[in-house]
T-cell receptor, first 108, second 111 residues
């Protein structure tokens, strides 16, 4: 069974700092997705990574995928308060599995 | 552009009552459709997915069922709700190359 693990589960950052969220998965997959969820809201798609070595960037967020290591990272550069949210990674196709989520709080 | 609708937005139901949540998608044809549940402060659990009309795959055996009577309509049902059915129910479409796009969700409280 495909398992997806994220760490850390909780992350408190100062504005302007950098940090990385990690997503490990247990079986081979060449597709990985990152989502953002604001409190009480639905999920918003951030990145779709479709091949080994894929790297995508949007603003202060950059996601990468290493299918051989079964690892994806979401790197946050110079964090700002607006990035506070819960971030999920997900792996799979029709039977997608989500990580438990990383709750990010960015403090001034 | 594609749009996904869910209703109702919130629902409070007594234990043992029936449930029907509806999801519809606009702007696409023959989408893969998904039902997820998110317990408070937790991650997402895939409940059902459908690759076409009348085709339903169940991920978790429980007292919930799903149906897809039309191409762009996905319904989640229960004959008798349990307290443990409380949660945030999300419908999504897509998959594979595009990932999944989520509806606004239905917040269900079973009392």
């Amino acid at each position: 069974e495909l398992k997806v693990e994220q760490n850390p589960l909780f992350l408190s950052m100062q504005e302007g700092k950098n940090y990385t969220i990690y997503c490990n998965y247990s079986t081979t997959s060449d597709r990985l997705y990152w989502y953002r969820q604001d409190p009480g809201k639905s999920l918003e798609s951030l990145f779709v990574l479709l091949s080994n070595g894929a790297v995508k960037q949007e603003g202060r967020l950059m996601a990468s995928l290493d299918t051989k290591a079964r690892l994806s990272t979401l790197h946050i550069t110079a964090a700002v308060h607006d990035l506070s949210a819960t971030y999920f990674c997900a792996v799979g196709s029709n039977d997608m599995r989500f990580g438990a989520g990383t709750r990010l709080t960015v403090k001034p | 552009s594609q749009t996904i609708h869910q209703w109702p937005a919130t629902l409070v139901q007594p234990v043992g009552s029936p449930l029907s949540l509806e999801c519809t998608v606009e702007g696409t044809s023959n989408p893969n459709l998904y039902w997820y549940r998110q317990a408070a402060g937790r991650g997402l659990q895939l409940l059902f997915y459908s690759v076409g009309i009348g085709q339903i795959s169940s991920e978790v055996p429980q007292n919930l069922s799903a149906s897809r009577p039309q191409d762009r309509q996905f319904i989640l049902s229960s004959k008798k709700l349990l307290l443990s059915d409380s949660g945030f129910y999300l419908c999504a479409w897509g998959g594979n190359m595009v990932g999944e796009y989520f509806g606004p969700g239905t917040r269900l409280t079973v009392l």
